[in-house]
């Protein structure tokens, strides 16, 4: 298994040179080869946004579904078939202002899935107004006085809402990032990957020098396990954190927690099908 195993081959692709979407697929792509994750074992699942055409480019099972819909998506591929690789990937816009709300539910419920976020701090599809991520006074076509709200700041309402696995990377290192995603991968609950990505055609303020100048990595001696610590990191005003920033890894996983699974592992969709105690459950006659 090499790069190649999920390599659409000569295809068209409807990013911009340079943006920073490019590097988050090498990364994402050689984690899962390094891994041995093969393709038919892996499902991404996605929203709507530049970053959500990913799944697009890579030949592996995909979901492409409504803006900002992916999470609930990827929770019951998982939930009906544990054994899946799951991972949904999109925009900043999509996860953390259309689906929002998906967000927080999903940290909840604690689902055994990666969720990578490629964080441009803009809409990019829709040519560069503001995301909630966006920074105060980020001047767009439609913000033409600056962006009056502060930015939503994903890193630490996961780490508040205790989500079992919140890192952060910048695409301008990719094999850092790529370490990152291996680390999301191999951890077993909720994973959020939040990539700071530059969008090099409508974000002329958060460009691949922007992000360096203000990021750096957390240190060797740096515990994930301290969730005030993570915390405040999450909130330094002055420099964005790069790692692992909070881990939790002994919660239960969603799917783990169902009763379906409690005496028989088979997912749900492998089973074979009892039209008659369904019938009978429609009937309210017994319990599944
Ligand atoms: C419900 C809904 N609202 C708005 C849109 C229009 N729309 C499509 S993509 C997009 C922004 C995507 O931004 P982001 O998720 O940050 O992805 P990016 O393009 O920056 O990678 C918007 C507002 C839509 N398709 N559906
Ligand atoms: S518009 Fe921005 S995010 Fe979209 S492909 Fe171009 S540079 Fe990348
Ligand atoms: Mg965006």
Sequence with gaps: MDIRSYSMGDIDMAWCPGCGNFGILKALESALVEMEIAPEGLVMVSGI????????????????????RALPVAVAIKSVNPRLVVIAESGDGDMYGEGGNHLLAT?????????IVHNNMVYGLTKGQASPTS????????????VILEPFNPIAVAVALDASFVARAFIGD?????????????HRGYALVDIFQPCVSFNKINTYKWFKDHTY??????????????FE???DPTKFPLGVIYTNPKKATFEGSLNVYAED?????????NLKKLQQFIDNKRKL
């Design 49 to 68: 946004g530049q970053a959500a055409k990913i799944p697009h480019y890579m030949k592996c099972n995909i979901f492409n579904g409504l803006h900002g």
């Design 233 to 235: 990191k999450a909130v």
């Design 265 to 273: 592992s088979t997912p749900v969709t492998r089973r074979k099908r």
């Design 107 to 115: 940290i909840r419920r604690n689902p055994d899935i990666t969720n």
């Design 135 to 146: 920074s105060k006074g980020f001047v767009t076509p439609v913000q033409i006085g600056g």
């Design 174 to 186: 990719v094999d850092m990032t790529k370490e990152i995603i291996k680390k999301a991968l191999s």
């Design 217 to 230: 990595y957390l240190e060797d001696s740096y515990d994930p396990g301290d969730k005030v610590r993570a």
